[in-house]
């Protein structure tokens, strides 16, 4: 009977113990897997997922990379190698080990036509129909692997300085990057050429970011997510007559009264001359 | 000079593989390109390994019918060959494992066995359950982030970076820590070929008849609790977690032990 009793007492502190250590690492394992997935700054390949999905469904088996014709392997015209736009992250990089990105100060993505990093990928990580125009065909303009920002305070253009590097740079020029003409009213004779990103254009392959002469470049691409601000629902553009119906499609008892002055409407507000 | 046949074939096929997985990226080779977590043969035939796709169907990602196809044709292969003959002919990690159990018993650090009460031989399936369990919380392949496998695979493909120091990591984990630490106790990848291996085909046999009970196979098994029938009994060694390595025939002096097809009809009887 005590030996029963004891077997009994054994097996459930050997359970126990088992169950601890097990809940023990999940947490730990949990925590440093959560910890190496939050690197936001990173661009990946085109056509990849939303960052969180991509993550999910990528299988880190690297056939992107090797089918970037961007590698070390392949030689340019003189015979030089060429630098892969594609890395494999690894320890060290900062980035969730095993995954495809690339960072445009080293080397861009050069947009291939035919694109050849997607269709490989076997996960759906990589999603073809997000790169694939109306005709059916790959087309690497609908890639959106980022977007280009302008830091006007370093971008020698907004110095006066003459400088198109970026614009020239763009495979996309004057529909990606314009230019903008403006007067250099400290000169008084002299123009401004002002590159301006269009975000329904920029793929984000980091083109004017590599060939930006500054020290550190003034025009650099975000991941979209970072790169982009949003000015919510209630904003209308009057002069939009497509969002101008916006405005009638919305419900008066779903506008929200946010302060005490927004529970008058504002015809009493001008006319009584309530006071706050 | 003991036989070496089995090691060797062994490391031609583990070297071989790398070398065409390598040389599909510095040559752009077409044989096999990718890495273990999925491949491509011949350009065309899609390869995925069957535990890497459970923890990314675990995360909530219905995959692309590409990765599921090949986790199927891995999964069937292996059912043949014995699940955990990718651990010994396949596995890039386990050349460092087996290198750093043979200082082991080069360094005679096998004398003061240590009893690792909580690293059980069990501890790798509930690993392997806890990957699953992680991958679904996190939305991430959970062991993909710490595997030594695909980390050494990628390192020599791509280059190793910090990776190298898992690698590292594990050596001296299987050379002064446990005893077949990694590969015996913890890698859930290996678990997961080892329910594979329960069932497959192509077994070692135990002869009976003709073993001298010299122990020279227990010794150098990396999986020993297998060879429980050395000189009891003339049966196939049946447990999934034989990586079906050969190293055991090679060592045998007395042609107790070789390959076989599992035997159905002997099932009963053990």
Redesign the interface.
Known sequence: MANSNNNRRKFMATTL??VG??AL??LL??G???E??ASPLVLRPPGALKE??F???C?????C??ACVN????KNKDGSKRDGTL??A????HR???TPFFIPTEVPCYMCDDIPCVP?????ALDEASVTNEKGDLDINQARMGLAVVHKESCIAFWGIQCDACYRACPLMDEAISLEYAKNERTGKHAFLLPVVHSDVCTGCGLCEKACVTEKPAIFVLPTEYSTGKAGAHYVKGWDKKDQLRAGERKLDQIETKTERSEEAPADYLNTEVEY | MKNLKYLLLRRITQVTLLVLYFG?????WHIL???F????LFGTI?L?DPY??LQ?LA??????A??LL?AVIITLFYFVVGGRAFCSWVCPINMVTDLANWLRRRLNLDKEEVNYR?LKRSARY??MV??L??SA??????F???SPI??MQ??I??????????VIAIFLFDLFGVKNGWCGHLCPLGAGYSLIGSVSLIRVKHDHEACTNCMECKVVCPENQVLYMINKESISVTDGECTNCGRCIDVCNDDALGFGIRSFTNKTKV
Not at chain 2, 137 to 142: N, Q
């Open positions: 113990q088992s250590l097990t690492g999940g394992w949990s440093y897997t959560d190496v997935k969180e999905d993550l999910k469904a299988i880190k088996c690297g056939l990379a090797e590698r070390d392997s392949n890395q494999m690894k320890g060290g990089d969730m080990i095993g490989v990928c076997p996960s759906g | 599909a990226n510095a040559y752009g390109e990718g890495t977590g999925s491949s491509l899609p995925a890497t796709t990314v995360t909530g990602f219905v995959l692309g590409d990765v090949g909580f509930w690993l806890l990957g369990i992680v919380v996190v939305g991430v392949a959970a993909e982030v710490l695909t980390i990628r390192g493909i791509f280059g190793f970076g910090a990776g190298l120091s898992v």
